[in-house]
Protein backbone atom coordinates (compact mmCIF):
# COMPACT_ATOMS: atom_id res chain seq x y z
CA UNK A 1 0.00 0.00 0.00
CA UNK A 2 2.39 2.40 1.33
CA UNK A 3 4.44 1.69 -2.66
CA UNK A 4 1.04 2.54 -3.75
CA UNK A 5 1.09 5.76 -2.34
CA UNK A 6 4.17 6.68 -3.10
CA UNK A 7 4.08 6.20 -6.48
CA UNK A 8 0.90 8.38 -7.49
CA UNK A 9 2.51 10.74 -4.64
CA UNK A 10 5.93 11.09 -7.33
CA UNK A 11 3.58 10.58 -10.43
CA UNK A 12 1.54 13.92 -8.90
CA UNK A 13 4.42 15.65 -8.53
CA UNK A 14 6.25 14.88 -11.86
CA UNK A 15 3.04 16.39 -13.16
CA UNK A 16 2.43 19.00 -10.96
CA UNK A 17 3.21 21.79 -13.64
CA UNK A 18 0.24 20.40 -16.29
CA UNK A 19 -1.88 19.33 -13.03
CA UNK A 20 -1.49 23.31 -12.23
CA UNK A 21 -2.64 24.38 -15.97
CA UNK A 22 -5.66 22.00 -15.54
CA UNK A 23 -6.75 23.83 -12.14
CA UNK A 24 -6.52 27.12 -14.04
CA UNK A 25 -8.73 25.72 -17.05
CA UNK A 26 -11.19 23.92 -14.61
CA UNK A 27 -11.59 27.65 -12.14
CA UNK A 28 -13.14 29.10 -15.01
CA UNK A 29 -12.14 32.17 -17.41
CA UNK A 30 -13.97 34.41 -15.66
CA UNK A 31 -12.42 33.40 -12.70
CA UNK A 32 -8.92 33.95 -14.52
CA UNK A 33 -9.72 37.01 -16.46
CA UNK A 34 -10.08 38.34 -11.84
CA UNK A 35 -6.77 37.06 -11.42
CA UNK A 36 -5.46 38.89 -14.50
CA UNK A 37 -6.20 42.24 -13.37
CA UNK A 38 -3.93 41.04 -10.05
CA UNK A 39 -0.07 42.04 -10.16
CA UNK A 40 0.40 38.30 -10.28
CA UNK A 41 1.26 36.95 -14.13
CA UNK A 42 0.21 33.26 -15.00
CA UNK A 43 3.55 31.97 -15.22
CA UNK A 44 3.70 33.14 -11.81
CA UNK A 45 0.14 31.91 -10.62
CA UNK A 46 1.01 28.16 -12.33
CA UNK A 47 4.08 27.71 -10.14
CA UNK A 48 2.42 29.04 -6.93
CA UNK A 49 -0.28 26.30 -7.59
CA UNK A 50 2.13 23.49 -8.96
CA UNK A 51 4.13 24.06 -5.43
CA UNK A 52 0.79 23.35 -3.74
CA UNK A 53 -0.30 20.16 -5.53
CA UNK A 54 3.68 19.29 -5.10
CA UNK A 55 2.28 19.22 -1.52
CA UNK A 56 -0.40 17.09 -2.21
CA UNK A 57 1.93 14.54 -3.64
CA UNK A 58 4.62 14.71 -1.07
CA UNK A 59 1.82 13.86 1.77
CA UNK A 60 1.25 10.64 -0.01
CA UNK A 61 4.58 9.55 1.76
CA UNK A 62 5.67 12.23 3.34
CA UNK A 63 5.73 13.18 7.60
CA UNK A 64 2.18 15.07 7.71
CA UNK A 65 2.62 17.14 10.37
CA UNK A 66 5.46 18.61 7.94
CA UNK A 67 3.18 18.87 5.37
CA UNK A 68 0.70 20.63 7.45
CA UNK A 69 2.67 23.33 8.47
CA UNK A 70 3.78 24.24 4.85
CA UNK A 71 0.19 24.24 3.20
CA UNK A 72 -1.21 26.38 5.81
CA UNK A 73 1.54 28.54 5.01
CA UNK A 74 1.16 28.31 1.34
CA UNK A 75 -3.02 28.79 2.56
CA UNK A 76 -1.78 31.96 4.46
CA UNK A 77 -0.17 33.44 1.82
CA UNK A 78 -2.57 32.57 -0.81
CA UNK A 79 -5.63 33.81 1.10
CA UNK A 80 -3.95 37.12 1.63
CA UNK A 81 -3.42 37.49 -2.07
CA UNK A 82 -6.94 37.00 -2.29
CA UNK A 83 -8.24 39.74 0.02
CA UNK A 84 -5.81 41.81 -1.22
CA UNK A 85 -6.93 41.62 -5.16
CA UNK A 86 -10.38 41.83 -3.65
CA UNK A 87 -11.19 38.29 -4.76
CA UNK A 88 -14.75 36.90 -3.03
CA UNK A 89 -14.42 34.70 -0.53
CA UNK A 90 -17.08 32.63 -2.76
CA UNK A 91 -14.63 32.22 -5.96
CA UNK A 92 -11.74 31.69 -3.37
CA UNK A 93 -13.34 28.92 -1.84
CA UNK A 94 -14.90 26.98 -5.37
CA UNK A 95 -11.26 27.84 -6.74
CA UNK A 96 -10.06 25.49 -3.59
CA UNK A 97 -12.40 22.89 -5.23
CA UNK A 98 -10.93 22.35 -8.16
CA UNK A 99 -7.13 21.70 -6.97
CA UNK A 100 -9.44 17.84 -5.19
CA UNK A 101 -10.82 17.26 -8.84
CA UNK A 102 -7.80 17.31 -10.73
CA UNK A 103 -6.04 15.21 -7.69
CA UNK A 104 -8.78 12.79 -8.19
CA UNK A 105 -8.68 12.52 -12.31
CA UNK A 106 -4.99 11.66 -11.56
CA UNK A 107 -5.56 9.04 -9.18
CA UNK A 108 -8.44 7.66 -11.34
CA UNK A 109 -6.35 7.55 -13.83
CA UNK A 110 -3.51 5.45 -12.40
CA UNK A 111 -5.66 2.98 -10.37
CA UNK A 112 -7.57 2.29 -13.92
CA UNK A 113 -4.25 1.89 -15.63
CA UNK A 114 -2.65 -0.19 -12.73
CA UNK A 115 -5.52 -1.80 -10.71
CA UNK A 116 -4.79 -0.18 -7.38
CA UNK A 117 -6.88 -1.96 -4.87
CA UNK A 118 -9.88 0.44 -2.79
CA UNK A 119 -8.02 0.88 -0.04
CA UNK A 120 -5.82 3.04 -1.36
CA UNK A 121 -8.46 4.89 -2.75
CA UNK A 122 -9.56 5.93 0.52
CA UNK A 123 -5.75 6.81 2.06
CA UNK A 124 -5.83 8.87 -0.72
CA UNK A 125 -8.68 10.40 0.11
CA UNK A 126 -8.18 10.36 4.19
CA UNK A 127 -4.63 11.97 3.24
CA UNK A 128 -5.28 14.77 0.48
CA UNK A 129 -9.03 15.86 1.65
CA UNK A 130 -8.15 17.41 5.03
CA UNK A 131 -5.28 19.35 3.54
CA UNK A 132 -8.09 20.81 1.29
CA UNK A 133 -10.42 21.23 4.04
CA UNK A 134 -7.35 22.95 6.10
CA UNK A 135 -6.99 25.41 3.38
CA UNK A 136 -10.61 26.52 3.02
CA UNK A 137 -10.59 26.81 6.83
CA UNK A 138 -7.37 29.24 6.84
CA UNK A 139 -9.30 31.22 3.97
CA UNK A 140 -12.90 31.54 5.76
CA UNK A 141 -11.03 32.58 8.83
CA UNK A 142 -8.66 35.31 6.93
CA UNK A 143 -11.69 37.08 5.38
CA UNK A 144 -13.29 36.84 8.61
CA UNK A 145 -10.50 38.50 10.28
CA UNK A 146 -10.54 40.79 7.48
CA UNK A 147 -14.18 41.63 7.45
CA UNK A 148 -14.27 42.63 11.11
CA UNK A 149 -11.12 44.92 10.51
CA UNK A 150 -13.51 46.22 8.01
CA UNK A 151 -16.20 46.85 10.39
CA UNK A 152 -14.13 48.04 12.74
CA UNK A 153 -12.53 50.71 10.83
CA UNK A 154 -16.30 51.80 9.73
CA UNK A 155 -17.88 51.90 12.54
CA UNK A 156 -14.85 54.07 14.28
CA UNK A 157 -15.56 56.97 11.05
CA UNK A 158 -19.22 56.49 11.73
CA UNK A 159 -18.38 57.70 15.98
CA UNK A 160 -15.67 59.91 15.12
CA UNK A 161 -18.68 61.92 12.60
CA UNK A 162 -21.17 61.50 15.59
CA UNK A 163 -18.65 64.13 17.44
CA UNK A 164 -18.09 66.31 15.49
CA UNK A 165 -16.11 69.56 16.81
CA UNK A 166 -17.26 72.98 14.84
CA UNK A 167 -14.80 75.82 15.17
CA UNK A 168 -17.52 78.85 15.10
CA UNK A 169 -14.86 81.59 15.92
CA UNK A 170 -10.90 81.41 16.91
CA UNK A 171 -10.86 79.83 19.84
CA UNK A 172 -14.28 78.93 19.82
CA UNK A 173 -15.96 75.91 18.66
CA UNK A 174 -19.63 73.78 19.45
CA UNK A 175 -19.87 69.69 19.78
CA UNK A 176 -23.66 69.35 18.55
CA UNK A 177 -24.29 66.16 20.40
CA UNK A 178 -27.39 63.85 18.54
CA UNK A 179 -29.14 60.25 19.82
CA UNK A 180 -28.06 58.42 23.25
CA UNK A 181 -25.07 58.72 25.22
CA UNK A 182 -23.85 55.32 26.84
CA UNK A 183 -20.21 54.63 28.47
CA UNK A 184 -18.61 53.94 25.08
CA UNK A 185 -19.98 57.27 23.43
CA UNK A 186 -19.05 59.67 25.80
CA UNK A 187 -15.56 58.34 26.84
CA UNK A 188 -15.45 58.66 22.94
CA UNK A 189 -16.60 62.52 23.14
CA UNK A 190 -14.17 63.05 25.91
CA UNK A 191 -11.16 61.93 23.92
CA UNK A 192 -12.20 64.14 20.65
CA UNK A 193 -13.09 67.30 22.77
CA UNK A 194 -9.70 66.77 24.54
CA UNK A 195 -8.27 66.29 21.08
CA UNK A 196 -9.98 68.63 19.17
CA UNK A 197 -9.74 71.46 21.78
CA UNK A 198 -5.67 71.21 22.07
CA UNK A 199 -5.28 70.61 18.36
CA UNK A 200 -7.47 74.24 17.51
CA UNK A 201 -6.41 75.63 20.78
CA UNK A 202 -9.55 76.11 22.18
CA UNK A 203 -10.64 79.05 25.03
CA UNK A 204 -13.91 78.01 25.01
CA UNK A 205 -16.36 75.00 24.21
CA UNK A 206 -20.26 74.93 23.46
CA UNK A 207 -21.62 71.78 24.33
CA UNK A 208 -25.33 71.12 22.59
CA UNK A 209 -27.07 68.51 24.00
CA UNK A 210 -30.60 69.84 22.16
CA UNK A 211 -30.03 66.59 20.14
CA UNK A 212 -29.76 63.98 23.24
CA UNK A 213 -33.19 62.65 23.73
CA UNK A 214 -32.80 60.82 27.67
CA UNK A 215 -30.65 62.54 30.09
CA UNK A 216 -30.95 60.05 33.01
CA UNK A 217 -28.32 59.95 36.01
CA UNK A 218 -26.03 57.70 34.36
CA UNK A 219 -25.98 60.43 31.50
CA UNK A 220 -25.70 63.09 33.21
CA UNK A 221 -22.78 61.67 35.06
CA UNK A 222 -21.06 60.91 31.78
CA UNK A 223 -21.61 64.90 30.73
CA UNK A 224 -20.22 65.72 34.12
CA UNK A 225 -17.09 63.41 33.64
CA UNK A 226 -16.80 64.99 30.26
CA UNK A 227 -16.90 68.85 31.06
CA UNK A 228 -14.76 68.35 33.93
CA UNK A 229 -12.12 66.82 31.98
CA UNK A 230 -11.86 69.16 29.53
CA UNK A 231 -12.08 72.19 32.30
CA UNK A 232 -9.13 70.56 33.71
CA UNK A 233 -7.00 72.10 30.15
CA UNK A 234 -8.21 75.09 30.61
CA UNK A 235 -11.20 75.16 28.29
CA UNK A 236 -14.38 76.83 29.56
CA UNK A 237 -17.68 74.61 28.91
CA UNK A 238 -20.89 76.36 28.63
CA UNK A 239 -24.10 73.71 27.95
CA UNK A 240 -27.22 74.52 25.68
CA UNK A 241 -30.26 72.92 24.43
CA UNK A 242 -31.50 71.61 27.54
CA UNK A 243 -35.19 71.63 27.19
CA UNK A 244 -37.81 71.36 29.86
CA UNK A 245 -38.63 67.93 30.56
CA UNK A 246 -34.51 66.87 30.25
CA UNK A 247 -34.29 69.81 32.48
CA UNK A 248 -37.35 68.47 35.27
CA UNK A 249 -35.76 64.85 34.99
CA UNK A 250 -32.17 66.04 36.18
CA UNK A 251 -34.12 67.79 38.95
CA UNK A 252 -36.21 65.01 39.94
CA UNK A 253 -33.42 62.61 39.65
CA UNK A 254 -30.89 64.94 42.23
CA UNK A 255 -28.21 65.56 39.50
CA UNK A 256 -26.32 69.15 40.09
CA UNK A 257 -24.46 70.32 37.39
CA UNK A 258 -23.37 73.22 40.33
CA UNK A 259 -21.06 76.22 38.54
CA UNK A 260 -21.48 74.89 35.27
CA UNK A 261 -22.81 77.23 32.48
CA UNK A 262 -26.17 76.26 30.99
CA UNK A 263 -28.15 77.98 28.83
CA UNK A 264 -31.51 77.39 26.69
CA UNK A 265 -29.61 78.28 23.05
CA UNK A 266 -26.32 78.30 21.36
CA UNK A 267 -27.30 82.05 20.59
CA UNK A 268 -27.72 82.94 24.71
CA UNK A 269 -24.21 80.87 24.80
CA UNK A 270 -22.52 83.33 22.33
CA UNK A 271 -23.89 86.08 23.56
CA UNK A 272 -22.45 85.34 26.93
CA UNK A 273 -19.17 84.63 25.13
CA UNK A 274 -19.52 88.64 23.87
CA UNK A 275 -20.11 87.75 19.85
CA UNK A 276 -23.22 90.17 18.93
CA UNK A 277 -25.28 90.12 15.53
CA UNK A 278 -22.93 92.31 12.88
CA UNK A 279 -25.31 95.73 11.64
Not at 78 to 87: K, T, V
Not at 190 to 195: G, I, N
Request: charged share 25%; net charge negative; hydrophobic share 45%.
Amino acid sequence: MKHELMYIGNKIIQNSQLLAEHVGRKQGDAFEKKLDAAPLPLEERIEYRASLIQLFGQALYRENKDIVREVEKWANNAGHAAIFNHLPLNDALQAITCYRTVIWDVFSEELEKNQFSAITMLDVSRIIDPLLDQISRIYGKLYDEHNQHLMKLAYTALEELSVPVVPIFDYVAVIPLVGAIDTHRAKLIMEVALEEGARLKLTDIILDVSGVPIIDTMVADQLLQIIKAIRLTGISVIITGVRPEIAQTIVSLGVSFGDIRTLASMKQALKELGFKKEK
